[in-house]
């Protein structure tokens, strides 16, 4: 026999997390996501003894805790604001070498302000002051200590070292906090596409290992699912932490190759990790899945207002940022047909579940 949820005011500080207010800083579905996981990241934990709020409602369901939230607790005044101008701009057109980046993959900010950017193009980590100003760099391709085939990403690692990642190797890297290779090790889920999502306040890492795709026709839009996993520092996988729906993807054929990648208007799964635990937010509802590594039980954090969708008009000015950005007149055309595909397959069928960014049939013109 089902057991009656039991209702009570949540205790702790998820509160702060202002769901409703997204919306009003928002204008696109991805950006709100990833908008709805900083502010979750920054929540903190709830410690014993702290005063019970008002406001969300917290319900258990065989086992799991369900925090619902239908109003703001911060005012329109107490929102967080972007200032309208940059403290400073790492990155020139056309200048000194240092400045000018290719295919950046990420960047990182360590304790004293020194911004360290992940140029894969270089295969370099690139280290710039607080007021932007190139300071040094590291790294060149190989595959001995302190050089990558390729640089996926960089990120602070605990006190103030560094941790690079090279996809091409399969292999992580330690630096000091000036960019000294320390010691390196290898992630092993045995899935051909790894990447670190993040990492937890006891030094292991948030991996995401995609498993291979399986065939499908060309321009056949499917599902890809993402498995989460920790790791400790040396490579040993620690718990498996939940399998989630990645995004919606498309195989293409060109040339005899065989390319799998993300379809257009394909919605987004995005992850953030702040202490112990992991915040992963779907298209396939409007709230987190919090995962805390020291207990077994999940907890999901849902806003119960009102959802905002993709329109055609977020469509019609994502393809044309995208015709705008394209290399040449065959990638343009390639984007056309596929937003005209795009279009035929939701008059004939909805594709597949993310409904948290379901587009409105009208509006496909494929321009």
Same mark, same amino acid.
Do not use: K
């Given at each position: 026999? +089902?057991?009656?949820? =039991?209702?009570? +005011?949540?205790?702790?500080?998820?509160?702060?997390? =202002? $769901? @409703?207010?997204? %919306? &009003? %800083?928002?204008? &696109?579905?991805?950006?709100?996501?990833? *908008?709805?996981?900083?502010?979750?990241?920054?929540?903190? /934990?709830? %410690?014993?003894?702290? @005063?019970?709020?008002?406001? @969300?409602?917290?319900?258990? /369901?065989?086992?799991?805790?369900?925090?619902?939230?239908?109003? @703001?607790?911060?005012?329109?005044?107490?929102?967080?604001?972007?200032?309208? /101008?940059?403290?400073?701009?790492?990155?020139? *057109?056309?200048? *000194?070498? %240092?400045?000018? $980046?290719?295919?950046?993959?990420?960047?990182? &900010?360590? *304790?004293?302000?020194? #911004?360290?950017?992940?140029?894969?193009?270089?295969?370099?980590?690139?280290?710039?002051? #607080?007021?932007?100003?190139?300071?040094?760099?590291?790294? &060149?391709?190989?595959?001995?200590?302190?050089?990558?085939?390729?640089?996926?990403?960089?990120?602070?690692?605990?006190?103030? /070292?560094?941790?690079? #990642?090279?996809?091409? $190797?399969?292999?992580?890297?330690?630096?000091t906090r000036t960019g000294d290779p320390v010691r390196d090790f290898r992630i092993e889920t045995g899935n051909p596409i790894v990447h670190v999502r993040g990492v937890f306040d006891d030094g292991s890492l948030l991996i995401e290992s995609w498993p291979p795709a399986p065939d499908h026709p060309d321009g056949t839009a499917f599902e890809i699912f993402a498995e989460y996993l920790r790791f400790s520092a040396d490579g040993t996988l620690l718990d498996s932490l939940g399998r989630f729906p990645k995004s919606l993807a498309v195989q293409r054929s060109q040339r005899g190759l065989v390319m799998v990648g993300p379809a257009l208007f394909s919605p987004w799964t995005g992850t953030a990790t702040s202490g112990m635990r992991m915040f992963v937010g779907t298209a396939k509802q409007a709230g987190i899945d919090i995962r805390d590594v020291r207990r077994a039980a999940p907890a999901i954090l849902r806003w119960s207002g009102p959802v905002e969708t993709v329109t055609a008009t977020d469509r019609s000015r994502f393809l044309q940022s995208r015709l705008e950005n394209a290399a040449t007149e065959a990638a343009r055309n390639t984007l056309r047909n596929e937003a005209r595909d795009w279009c035929s397959r939701r008059s004939s069928r909805p594709m597949a579940t993310f409904t948290q960014t379901r587009p409105v049939a009208s509006g496909c013109s494929g321009s």
């Open positions: 026999m +089902p057991v009656e949820p =039991r209702l009570l +005011p949540h205790p702790c500080g998820l509160t702060a997390i =202002r $769901l @409703p207010a997204l %919306a &009003r %800083a928002r204008r &696109r579905g991805f950006a709100r996501q990833c *908008a709805m996981l900083l502010l979750a990241a920054c929540c903190g /934990s709830c %410690a014993p003894g702290e @005063p019970v709020t008002s406001g @969300p409602l917290t319900r258990d /369901s065989a086992g799991i805790a369900i925090i619902e939230s239908a109003t @703001p607790l911060w005012t329109g005044t107490e929102g967080w604001t972007v200032a309208d /101008s940059p403290a400073f701009v790492i990155g020139v *057109a056309q200048g *000194a070498p %240092a400045y000018e $980046l290719d295919r950046v993959r990420s960047a990182t &900010r360590l *304790a004293d302000g020194t #911004v360290v950017v992940a140029n894969s193009g270089s295969r370099e980590l690139r280290f710039f002051d #607080v007021t932007g100003r190139f300071v040094h760099s590291t790294g &060149r391709d190989g595959e001995g200590p302190g050089e990558f085939r390729s640089i996926d990403g960089v990120w602070r690692y605990r006190a103030d /070292s560094l941790l690079a #990642v090279d996809g091409a $190797l399969g292999r992580i890297t330690i630096l």
